[in-house]
Nanobody
Framework: QVQLVESGGGLVQPGGSLRLSCAISGSIFGVVHMGWYRQAPGKQREYVALISDGDSTNYAASVKGRFVVSKDNAKNTMFLQMDALKPEDTAVYYC?????????WGQGTQVTVSS
């Protein structure tokens, strides 16, 4: 069985930083992409960032230059470093892994940016 568990969310002031982690357990065959999505209250889930198995990255325009996605293959962990946070970044953040045999999602972690 595959399990993804996000952690690191919390309450921060505008301009602050958080580092989210996604711990992956179980066997995922042929990982193609890993990434992050977020969902704010009353809104649809939106794409945030992506990292390929070869470590190329991609970001939504709204977070480009502020967020960095990375991963540690040996520890089966993906990260999202979030800097210069804005109130509009407030959302539940979900990690996802796309493998050749399926797509997997975590349960989400709450990020709240407020003064």
């Amino acid at each position: 069985q595959v399990q993804l568990v996000e952690s690191g969310g919390g309450l921060v002031q505008p301009g602050g930083s958080l580092r989210l982690s996604c711990a992956i357990s179980g066997s995922i065959f042929g990982v193609v992409h890993m990434g992050w999505y977020r969902q704010a209250p009353g809104k649809q889930r939106e794409y945030v960032a992506l990292i390929s198995d070869g470590d190329s990255t991609n970001y939504a325009a709204s977070v480009k230059g502020r967020f960095v996605v990375s991963k540690d293959n040996a520890k089966n962990t993906m990260f999202l470093q979030m800097d210069a946070l804005k109130p509009e970044d407030t959302a539940v953040y979900y990690c996802t892994v796309d493998g050749r045999r399926g797509t997997y999602w975590g349960q989400g972690t709450q990020v709240t940016v407020s003064s």
